[in-house]
């Protein structure tokens, strides 16, 4: 199981790069899109984030209040672990390498080139004039930034976040879709057995996270969870009240117990004074 995440600007680049070397390798091409049906199952839908598209809104005072982004973020999560676990997959949308940086073998791709570049490209792909390219290169730009620094708290443009940064004005999408098959070849990018189970494990933990989120009885209860999916072991690590401790854990419990394949539970709990 290996994975090549591309991100970009207003370029249409990267679906066409995405789509060279899904050519290349075989491998699925796995949207945003998609990536939000699949967490259906999960209650994405709930927190009402996956209907705004980035390009169109930017996040606004009462989407950042609340659990609203944790849900949405655990939900997504998982459903890319659910891909993961499928096999070998390009996933073309915007930073989905923070949700997946304890995968084995994920590689991750930045597209950019010059404002000018830009500008012509978005002229000739739309027809849109120039003054209106350049709104809409400015206007995506920053409810890109918005939504990045939103769900993750960082600056997209940051090259430090990414493999390798390819400008397709020097680049062409034929020549980076080479390179990117060439990396995808290499022993050090292959991944096998050992990789499965710490994916596996990784879903299970994250399907956890989910599932105490749903419930009113563990909602915002902050905690993380490790698990062992060979063995079923869930691990909870986190604050409790001093007073009510033992229902706080008891919650806890009985909500995961519900949680499929799961066959322990261990809680390590640090007390602390939240009801003093």
Same mark, same amino acid.
């Given at each position: 199981?290996?994975?090549?995440?591309?991100?970009?600007?207003?370029?249409?680049?990267?679906?066409?790069?995405? !789509?060279?070397?899904?050519?290349?390798?075989?491998?699925?091409?796995?949207? /945003?899109?998609?990536?939000?049906?699949?967490?259906?199952?999960?209650?994405?839908?709930?927190?009402?984030? @996956?209907?705004?598209?980035?390009?169109?809104?930017?996040?606004? +005072?009462?989407?950042?209040?609340?659990? /609203?982004?944790?849900?949405?973020?655990?939900?997504?999560?998982?459903?890319?672990?659910?891909?993961?676990?499928?096999?070998?997959?390009?996933?073309?949308?915007?930073?989905?390498?923070?949700?997946?940086?304890?995968?084995?073998?994920?590689?991750?791709?930045?597209?950019? !080139?010059?404002?000018? +570049?830009?500008?012509?490209?978005?002229?000739?792909?739309? @027809?849109?004039?120039?003054?209106?390219?350049?709104?809409?290169?400015?206007?995506?730009?920053?409810?890109? %930034?918005?939504?990045?620094?939103?769900?993750? @708290?960082?600056?997209?443009?940051?090259?430090?976040?990414?493999?390798?940064?390819?400008?397709?004005?020097?680049?062409?999408?034929?020549?980076?879709?080479?390179?990117?098959?060439?990396?995808?070849?290499?022993?050090?990018?292959?991944?096998?057995?050992?990789? %499965?189970?710490?994916?596996?494990?990784?879903?299970?933990?994250?399907? !956890?996270?989910?599932?105490?989120? %749903?419930?009113?009885?563990?909602?915002?209860?902050?905690?993380?969870?490790?698990?062992?999916? !060979?063995?079923?072991?869930?691990?909870?690590?986190?604050?409790?009240?001093?007073?009510?401790?033992?229902?706080?854990?008891?919650?806890?419990?009985?909500?995961?117990?519900?949680?499929?394949?799961?066959?322990?539970?261990?809680?390590?709990?640090?007390?602390?004074?939240?009801?003093?």
């Amino acid at each position: 199981m290996s994975i090549i995440t591309i991100s970009r600007g207003s370029l249409s680049a990267s679906a066409m790069l995405a !789509a060279k070397v899904s050519e290349r390798l075989g491998w699925p091409v796995v949207t /945003r899109e998609d990536v939000l049906g699949a967490a259906g199952k999960y209650g994405i839908k709930d927190t009402g984030l @996956g209907e705004l598209s980035f390009i169109e809104k930017s996040p606004g +005072f009462l989407d950042k209040m609340g659990d /609203r982004k944790k849900q949405y973020l655990v939900c997504f999560q998982t459903a890319l672990f659910d891909f993961a676990l499928k096999g070998n997959f390009i996933y073309n949308g915007h930073l989905a390498q923070f949700l997946l940086r304890e995968v084995p073998s994920v590689v991750s791709i930045l597209l950019t !080139a010059p404002d000018e +570049f830009r500008i012509s490209s978005v002229m000739k792909e739309s @027809g849109k004039s120039r003054e209106e390219a350049v709104s809409h290169i400015r206007l995506t730009d920053e409810r890109r %930034q918005k939504w990045s620094h939103f769900l993750y @708290g960082v600056n997209w443009r940051d090259p430090t976040y990414y493999d390798l940064v390819f400008n397709i004005e020097r680049i062409s999408v034929d020549l980076a879709a080479d390179i990117l098959a060439g990396i995808a070849s290499r022993k050090e990018f292959k991944s096998g057995k050992e990789a %499965q189970q710490v994916v596996s494990n990784l879903r299970l933990a994250s399907i !956890a996270k989910v599932t105490l989120q %749903q419930s009113p009885r563990t909602r915002g209860s902050g905690v993380e969870v490790e698990a062992d999916s !060979a063995s079923g072991l869930l691990t909870v690590k986190g604050n409790c009240p001093r007073v009510g401790a033992k229902m706080w854990e008891n919650d806890i419990r009985t909500v995961l117990s519900k949680v499929e394949g799961v066959k322990t539970i261990k809680v390590d709990k640090n007390v602390v004074g939240y009801y003093e």
